[in-house]
């Protein structure tokens, strides 16, 4: 089991910064990917971006050249920094973590076994 838990939330004003945290425990050794999605209210959950082991991670498009991930080793904590905040950016923001790399692509939701709890991000404008 992995267990997930984010933070760094909160209200910032349209063009702000924030830097979301997602710490891991448990097997973190078992883990091959972390995840970012997000949910808006009334709408579906969507792929942010996602940190992997073995190759490059990359972002919707809709947040690219904005949102960078990071990952510090030491910590088991993946980062989400977010720049140039829209407030189509409001969201529900959770971080998931997956142990394996076959399977649903990395921006599929169901491919991820472990989910955190969900930090709110309102951009105001």
């Known amino acids: 089991q992995v267990q997930l838990v984010e933070s760094g939330g909160g209200l910032v004003r349209a063009g702000g910064s924030l830097r979301l945290s997602c710490a891991a425990s448990g097997r973190t050794f078992d883990v091959y990917a972390i995840a970012w999605f997000r949910q808006a209210p009334g709408k579906e959950r969507d792929f942010v971006g996602v940190w992997r082991t073995d190759s490059m991670g990359y972002y919707a498009d809709s947040v690219k050249g904005r949102f960078t991930i990071s990952r510090d080793s030491a910590k088991n904590t993946v980062y989400l920094q977010m720049n140039s905040l829209k407030p189509e950016d409001t969201a529900v923001y959770y971080c998931?973590?997956?142990?394996?790399?076959?399977?649903?692509?990395?921006?599929?939701?169901?491919?991820?076994?472990?989910w955190g709890q969900g930090t709110q991000v309102t951009v105001s404008s």
């Open positions: 998931a973590a997956r142990s394996t790399s076959g399977g649903p692509t990395s921006d599929a939701q169901m491919g991820y076994q472990y």
